[in-house]
């Protein structure tokens, strides 16, 4: 292992706590050697946003490092990682029902060792509940510890004892960690972790601590390495990328993606997510400028009525977001917007739901994620007063999947007989292939699946619903 690669940065964990845990992971890999014949099998699953991908990705270097290898089944692995997601009770509900189902897994395999972290595990009431009620899990640490997995992994084998690390810090930057990353094409670039915001609904800035963003050399060293390893895509991360160096004003987001649309190669910038109150026309004018930055903009609204979105905390307005929805497409006519919606925040009426409506029918959305609201304990929202019924928001639901349905159909219709530039991601198998548009639209087309991870110029013939078909030409 080479710990001369390992630079010391910014704000980042200091050098000498990475390079312990580089040394645990040697003495991790001797233990393993001794213990398994063949190299041990990890199981590792990550919910939630881009952002836990990448963390994802980075667990599984530390893994790799250690010598396992990767497995799609939990019932053949000698590790099961869930890295696990907070946002809505759904997704946390989900873990719970997936690390119960590990219980008769370990029944049958008794070595098999179990791993939970992620935001779910930074907070304390969902540690404690595993603690009581899941004894037969290994490890669970917090996403302010991840750097710390080899030494908690040292630990487990070591001394045969249960390991909970949650740290109560307000967040730190890890450079210098082993990344294997999922695709050979597309490759998740964290430049920011953590929020500021508070959206009253949102528990992201309880789980992932205070803003603070990677040094604009550390994120420029790994997009010229991945950009060397021949990826095509590069997303850039965060929750609002729009206030990237805000805290230390080393470089802003708009320099910082000028500065990687500078570089030589063929490929594609994307970047999630924009916050509306920090996205501004500069950014929105350097996003014209470049190149090789997709016309593609994430701009999640949340609603389209001032009273909602004052509750929510979100520091814009309609008109507001408006304005800037107008302006980007004045000056990208060929973007394409998405957004997320959060239908029946705690108080929302009838009417204050039907600004929603009206504004995702002005802005037409080539796509839009949907969530019914869910109470996240310890954010505002959770406290607020909730009367409108399950059952009624449901049907508000249904309403906005129709007009997005009705939308994201005339989008598609529109597309018909022009040539889009895509990115083949996936071999769909019996010679079918699909891609995404710049605007992130998936289209299926016929091709040899040596196509996969090329940038591909494909004409569509078929629309039917949102559903795109084309052909290579
Ligand atoms: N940082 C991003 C969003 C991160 S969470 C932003 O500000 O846009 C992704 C989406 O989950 C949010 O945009 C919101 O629509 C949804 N979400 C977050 N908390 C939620 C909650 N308590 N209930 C329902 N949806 C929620
Ligand atoms: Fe959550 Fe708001 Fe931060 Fe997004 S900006 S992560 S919605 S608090
Ligand atoms: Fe979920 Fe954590 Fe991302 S709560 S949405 S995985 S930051």
């Given at each position: 292992?080479?710990?001369?690669?390992?630079?010391?940065?910014?704000g980042?964990?200091?050098?000498?706590?990475?390079?312990?845990?580089?040394?645990?992971?040697?003495?991790?890999?001797?233990?393993?050697?001794?213990?398994?014949?063949?190299?041990?099998?990890?199981?590792?699953?990550?919910?939630?946003?881009?952002?836990?991908?990448?963390?994802?990705?980075?667990?599984?270097?530390?893994?790799?490092?250690?010598?396992?290898?990767?497995?799609?089944?939990?019932?053949?692995?000698?590790l099961?990682l869930?890295?696990?997601?907070a946002?809505?009770?759904?997704?946390?509900?989900?873990?719970?029902?997936?690390?119960?189902?590990?219980?008769?897994?370990?029944?049958?395999?008794?070595?098999?060792?179990?791993?939970?972290?992620?935001?779910?595990?930074?907070?304390?009431?969902?540690?404690?509940?595993?603690?009581?009620?899941?004894?037969?899990?290994?490890?669970?640490?917090?996403?302010?510890?991840?750097?710390?997995?080899?030494?908690?992994?040292?630990?487990?084998?070591?001394?045969?004892?249960?390991?909970?690390?949650?740290?109560?810090?307000?967040?730190?930057?890890?450079?210098?960690?082993?990344?294997?990353?999922?695709?050979?094409?597309?490759?998740?670039?964290?430049?920011?972790?953590?929020?500021?915001?508070?959206?009253?609904?949102?528990?992201?800035?309880?789980?992932?601590?205070?803003?603070?963003?990677?040094?604009?050399?550390?994120?420029?060293d790994?997009?010229?390495?991945?950009?060397?390893?021949?990826?095509?895509?590069?997303?850039?991360?965060?929750?609002?990328?729009?206030?990237?160096?805000?805290?230390?004003?080393?470089?802003?987001?708009?320099?910082?993606?000028?500065?990687?649309?500078?570089?030589?190669?063929?490929?594609?910038?994307?970047?999630?997510?924009?916050?509306?109150?920090?996205?501004?026309?500069?950014?929105?004018?350097?996003?014209?400028?470049?190149?090789?930055?997709?016309?593609?903009?994430?701009?999640?609204?949340?609603?389209?009525?001032?009273?909602?979105?004052?509750?929510?905390?979100?520091?814009?307005?309609?008109?507001?977001?408006?304005?800037?929805?107008?302006?980007?497409?004045?000056?990208m006519?060929?973007?394409?917007?998405?957004?997320?919606?959060?239908?029946?925040?705690?108080?929302?009426?009838?009417?204050?739901?039907?600004?929603?409506?009206?504004?995702?029918?002005?802005?037409?959305?080539?796509?839009?994620?949907?969530?019914?609201?869910?109470?996240?304990?310890?954010?505002?929202?959770?406290?607020?007063?909730?009367?409108?019924?399950?059952?009624?928001?449901?049907?508000?639901?249904?309403?906005?999947?129709?007009l997005?349905?009705?939308?994201?159909?005339e989008?598609?219709?529109?597309?018909?007989?022009?040539v889009?530039?895509?990115?083949?991601?996936?071999?769909?198998?019996?010679g079918?292939?699909?891609?995404?548009?710049?605007?992130?639209?998936?289209?299926t087309?016929?091709?040899?699946?040596?196509?996969?991870?090329?940038?591909?110029?494909?004409?569509?013939?078929?629309?039917?619903?949102?559903?795109?078909?084309g052909?290579?030409?």
């Amino acid at each position: 292992m080479d710990f001369s690669v390992i630079k010391e940065s910014v704000g980042a964990v200091p050098f000498d706590e990475i390079k312990k845990q580089r040394e645990y992971t040697l003495l991790v890999r001797t233990v393993v050697d001794s213990r398994f014949k063949n190299s041990p099998k990890a199981y590792v699953h990550t919910y939630g946003c881009q952002g836990n991908v990448a963390d994802g990705e980075r667990i599984k270097g530390m893994l790799r490092e250690m010598g396992f290898v990767f497995t799609d089944s939990p019932k053949d692995a000698d590790l099961v990682l869930y890295n696990t997601c907070a946002v809505r009770e759904h997704a946390e509900d989900r873990v719970f029902g997936n690390v119960g189902a590990l219980k008769p897994i370990k029944e049958i395999n008794r070595d098999l060792k179990i791993v939970l972290c992620g935001c779910m595990m930074q907070q304390k009431k969902v540690a404690d509940k595993i603690r009581m009620s899941y004894s037969f899990v290994d490890i669970v640490f917090g996403t302010h510890v991840m750097h710390r997995f080899p030494e908690f992994m040292y630990r487990m084998y070591c001394t045969g004892k249960k390991v909970f690390e949650i740290g109560d810090s307000a967040g730190v930057i890890a450079e210098g960690l082993p990344v294997s990353r999922d695709s050979s094409f597309k490759a998740w670039v964290p430049i920011m972790y953590g929020c500021n915001n508070f959206c009253s609904y949102c528990i992201v800035p309880y789980v992932r601590g205070r803003e603070r963003s990677r040094s604009s050399k550390d994120v420029l060293d790994e997009v010229k390495e991945v950009i060397k390893s021949g990826y095509k895509e590069i997303t850039l991360l965060g929750q609002n990328v729009n206030s990237y160096g805000k805290a230390d004003g080393e470089m802003d987001f708009a320099s910082l993606l000028r500065e990687i649309n500078d570089l030589d190669g063929d490929f594609m910038i994307r970047f999630m997510t924009s916050h509306p109150k920090d996205c501004t026309r500069e950014l929105i004018d350097t996003m014209a400028e470049c190149k090789k930055v997709a016309k593609h903009l994430h701009l999640p609204v949340q609603s389209g009525n001032d009273r909602i979105l004052q509750e929510m905390n979100r520091h814009y307005t309609r008109e507001k977001y408006l304005d800037l929805v107008r302006y980007a497409r004045e000056k990208m006519p060929s973007l394409s917007i998405t957004s997320d919606i959060i239908v029946g925040f705690p108080g929302e009426t009838d009417s204050e739901f039907d600004d929603t409506l009206s504004l995702v029918d002005e802005v037409k959305y080539t796509s839009l994620f949907m969530f019914i609201f869910s109470p996240r304990d310890g954010t505002a929202a959770a406290k607020m007063d909730d009367p409108v019924s399950h059952a009624e928001k449901v049907k508000r639901f249904k309403k906005l999947e129709e007009l997005q349905a009705k939308n994201s159909i005339e989008i598609a219709s529109s597309m018909k007989d022009k040539v889009y530039r895509i990115l083949c991601d996936t071999d769909c198998g019996k010679g079918l292939l699909s891609g995404k548009t710049e605007g992130n639209m998936t289209v299926t087309f016929e091709g040899d699946p040596d196509n996969v991870g090329k940038f591909l110029n494909i004409l569509i013939t078929e629309s039917n619903s949102w559903n795109l078909k084309g052909k290579i030409i």
